[in-house]
């Protein structure tokens, strides 16, 4: 199955930092650009960081801009977001998903199950 296995997802408090990781399964991710969503419970599933795969572009959303980096390894087929100083507001599931950076949620694709990011104290 064609998919993105997200991990590195958990409990920590206000402050704190996650790393959390995104693997592809079952594909390559070069020639896709990749992002990460998150949805808070009650709230619209959102694209918060994007890296482009022929640029190297970087594009995050206001709420993360200088908090959140966004990398990726192709060698390891995996994209990494690395989330610093965490707001309880963070609280969601944390997913990834190949697209173009820029484009609405519908092309998107390889969706996974998401990871878990609780920030309370």
């Known amino acids: 199955q064609l998919q993105f296995v997200e991990s590195g997802g958990g409990l920590v408090q206000p402050g704190g930092s996650l790393r959390l990781s995104c693997a592809a399964s079952?594909?390559?991710?070069?020639?896709?650009?990749i992002e990460w969503f998150r949805q808070a419970p009650g709230k619209e599933r959102e694209g918060i960081a994007c890296?482009?795969?022929?640029?190297?572009?970087?594009a995050y959303a206001d709420p993360v801009k200088g908090r959140f980096t966004i990398s990726r390894v192709n060698a390891e087929n995996t994209v990494y977001l690395q989330m610093n100083s965490l707001k309880p507001e963070d609280t969601a599931v944390y997913y990834c998903a190949a697209g173009p950076c820029g484009s609405t949620m519908a092309t998107f694709r390889f969706w996974g199950q998401g990871t878990q990011v609780t920030v309370s104290s």
């Open positions: 079952g594909f390559t991710l070069d020639d896709y650009d």
């Open positions: 890296i482009s795969d022929r640029t190297g572009t970087l």
